[in-house]
């Protein structure tokens, strides 16, 4: 038992971390032993209330952030949800993009065979993403403020059955633009509800309402998240157009000590 001390023991089917060999100013983000089991790319998902954050989260990493029962009840994001997902790519020139992307739970292994019909090629872990769900109820504004600081990318979701841009739209834009936050995806959502010249004309919209804007050149992903269409897609973006951040691996770790207090009073609103 001494000698495996300093060697992770959970979930056998990950990259073990050996801590009598490791040499942290040779870790990157993308170093097989730490993407394996962390999460090294915050992401966070914004938009209007209703147009499919927590269900494009769930689509890409099989997690359900709507948790709570009062988030349940009201089927909303209430407070900030989590999820962690995994992204791959076949290792063979002959899978077809976009089909040679995948996604997967936090847990699932680091490389396994690719399930197409006549490829040989294998799944390889490319990034491992943490993904922040924010709620998108105006009352809600300052939790997804808090959501914003630690983000590194933000899909924004647009739901295609409405005109663009809804009022949570526009705030979330401006407060990843205050943010700084520069990486951002658009995720033209609920395109199996609506017709083809419905999601062209809303697409000229959202071209509209972006320009002068962070977002852009930002690229437009038509989806549907219930149907999981175009998720592949997504992953792929994320991969080609989101780099991944630096992380300092030799700093010395620091608590930061953060006193709880609610500015407002859970009686005034009943979502609290």
Do not use: W
């Not at 437009?220 to 897609?233: M, R, W």
């Amino acid at each position: 038992m001494a000698e495996n001390i300093n060697i992770t023991l959970g979930q056998p089917q990950l990259k073990k971390q050996d801590l009598t060999n490791l040499d942290v100013s040779k870790l990157t983000p993308l170093t097989e032993e730490v993407i394996s089991r962390q999460a090294t790319i915050n992401i966070g998902t914004i938009g209007h209330v209703a147009h499919g954050k927590s269900t494009v989260v769930k689509a890409i990493s099989g997690v359900q952030t709507v948790r709570f029962k009062n988030e349940l009840e009201r089927n909303i994001t209430i407070k900030l949800g989590y999820a962690n997902a995994k992204i791959y790519k076949c290792d063979s020139d002959k899978c077809p993009r976009p089909g040679c992307y995948r996604s997967a739970r936090s847990s699932k292994e680091d490389d396994f065979p690719c399930d197409r019909p006549g490829c040989a090629g294998r799944f390889r872990l490319l990034r491992h993403v943490s993904f922040v769900d924010c709620p998108g109820h105006d009352i809600l504004m300052a939790t997804m403020l808090n959501g914003a600081a630690v983000m590194d990318a933000a899909l924004l979701l647009i739901a295609g059955n409405e005109s663009c841009p809804q009022p949570q739209t526009s705030e979330h834009l401006a407060a990843i633009e205050i943010m700084k936050l520069n990486h951002i995806i658009i995720l033209q959502n609920k395109i199996d509800l609506v017709k083809e010249s419905q999601a062209k004309e809303q697409y000229e919209q959202i071209l509209k309402f972006v320009q002068g804007t962070v977002a852009e050149n930002a690229p437009v992903i038509p989806i549907s998240a219930q149907l999981k269409y175009s998720i592949d897609v997504t992953c792929e973006y994320i991969v080609k157009k989101i780099p991944v951040p630096l992380r300092d691996f030799t700093s010395d770790p620091r608590l930061i000590g953060k006193n709880k207090f609610y500015p407002l009073s859970s009686k005034m609103f009943p979502f609290f």
